[in-house]
């Protein structure tokens, strides 16, 4: 059954904070949040945003994704995806298994081309597509690392690792957050196998986003700490993609710092990710995945300060911020929700769906099953008497 307005996170927050048998204020405190914070969240009057649901999950002893409801099961279905999960779950459990006597692997060069071309769908959000290849491509990567031997095997290592962050984005997108740690711990064990550091640090990164969505920052702080360390230990003879991954690594320690409340930290970072920026001198989006360069460094400027709650100055920034062609979907979608609900929150609601609307244009499959999406959706429609007839019609797109 499609999500009512009145499910929305808002509602679970305070059923768990009721189980819990605390008050509003007592959640509050717990969680180092403002009461008044808690009780426009929980009607639904304030964006649900990541920052107060990991503190409110990390008091409440629960997953944010318990909260957001993820993941979109009916929606899911009315786009075939949830048939997808339990293939790739299963590819996923082949790591120890040995070869597959019914697979014969192709060469090594055809397997890691389309492995290149699922990174790119997956840069893209073209979920369904990448979904309905990824188990296969999985399959045959084990058995070919299973009987392949030096240079051959850990090239093959190389492309699995590279599956296998595909299948982290795969399943984290769509909410299964278990599935995608569960991703994230076989890309480290095949990029050691590849022995390659920048690899090892890639992962990082995204064990470093779902430490944040947990509200861990200290923790996700040491681990990019350990992914600097692992990319000085690369052989320097990939400068582009040394520097595109520390810059990275810098973006994701801004982000950590903004949801700490610590704006010379995130000054700081920023500096850093735009000195290795500007020594590129270019955006590279396909330079070890990571679609950094100086637009990435420009956007993460919008979105620190949107995490500090420094609206207006986000906003404009973002009146300087221009995105080349080409430049990732999966990017630019956050981007245009992150937007949304900065506008949702200084109350410009018109200005907020026209973000929203663009996140859907640019990209559909992500902005479907986002949960900020969703929220801030939600709230839009709560704060208006009657909401106007395209609003409802994207609410009824997310399942709401």
Same mark, same amino acid.
């Given at each position: ?254 982000? /950590?710092? &903004? !949801?700490?409340?610590?704006? =010379?930290?995130?000054?700081?970072? @920023?500096?850093? +990710? *735009?000195?290795? $920026? ?63 609900? /900065?506008? &949702? !929150?200084?109350?410009?609601? =018109?200005?907020?769906?026209?973000? @929203?609307?663009? +996140? *859907?244009?640019? $990209? ?37």
């Amino acid at each position: 059954m499609p999500q009512s307005p009145q499910e929305h996170t808002g509602v679970r927050i305070a059923d768990y904070r009721k189980i819990r048998q605390m008050t509003q204020t007592a959640l509050a405190q717990r969680a180092f949040l403002a009461r008044s914070t808690v009780a426009k969240v929980e009607a639904g009057l304030s964006p649900a945003t990541p920052t107060v649901v990991a503190a409110l999950a990390r008091a409440l002893q629960v997953d944010t994704a318990v909260l957001y409801g993820q993941p979109y099961i009916s929606e899911m279905r009315q786009d075939h995806l949830d048939r997808l999960i339990s293939p790739l779950s299963e590819a996923l459990d082949l790591h120890d298994l040995g070869p597959d006597p019914d697979v014969r692997p192709r060469a090594t060069e055809q397997i890691a081309a389309d492995v290149k071309a699922l990174c790119a769908r997956s840069c893209a959000t073209e979920y369904k597509g990448v979904g309905t290849e990824l188990p296969g491509l999985v399959g045959e990567l084990t058995t070919a690392v299973a009987l392949l031997s030096g240079e051959e095997r850990r090239r093959a290592s190389e492309s699995l690792a590279w599956a296998y962050w595909v299948s982290y984005e795969f399943a984290y997108r769509l909410g299964y957050h278990h599935l995608a740690a569960l991703a994230l711990e076989r890309m480290g064990w095949m990029a050691e196998q590849a022995q390659d550091p920048l690899l090892l640090a890639v992962r990082l990164t995204k064990r470093s986003s779902m430490l944040l969505r947990r509200g861990d920052n200290r923790m996700s702080l040491r681990i990019i700490e350990r992914g600097h360390a692992l990319v000085e230990q690369s052989d320097g003879r990939r400068p582009v993609e040394e520097l595109a991954v520390s810059g990275s690594l810098h973006l994701a320690s801004a982000i /950590a710092a &903004a !949801q700490a409340r610590n704006g =010379d930290q995130v000054t700081g970072y @920023l500096g850093l +990710a *735009r000195r290795a $920026a500007d020594e590129i001198g270019r955006d590279v989006p396909t330079a070890y995945w990571t679609s950094f360069g100086k637009t990435n460094v420009q956007h993460y400027e919008v979105a620190t300060r949107v995490e500090l709650g420094k609206l207006g100055e986000a906003v404009k920034e973002a009146g300087q911020l221009r995105f080349p062609a080409g430049h990732p979907k999966m990017r630019l979608g956050r981007y245009y929700m992150e937007m949304g609900r /900065a506008y &949702a !929150q200084m109350g410009r609601s =018109d200005a907020s769906y026209r973000s @929203l609307r663009r +996140a *859907r244009e640019v $990209a559909p499959q992500q902005a479907r099953y986002h949960p900020l999406m969703r929220e801030t959706i939600g709230t839009l429609v709560r704060r208006q008497r009657r909401a106007s007839d395209s609003l409802s019609s994207m609410a009824a797109w997310v399942g709401m």
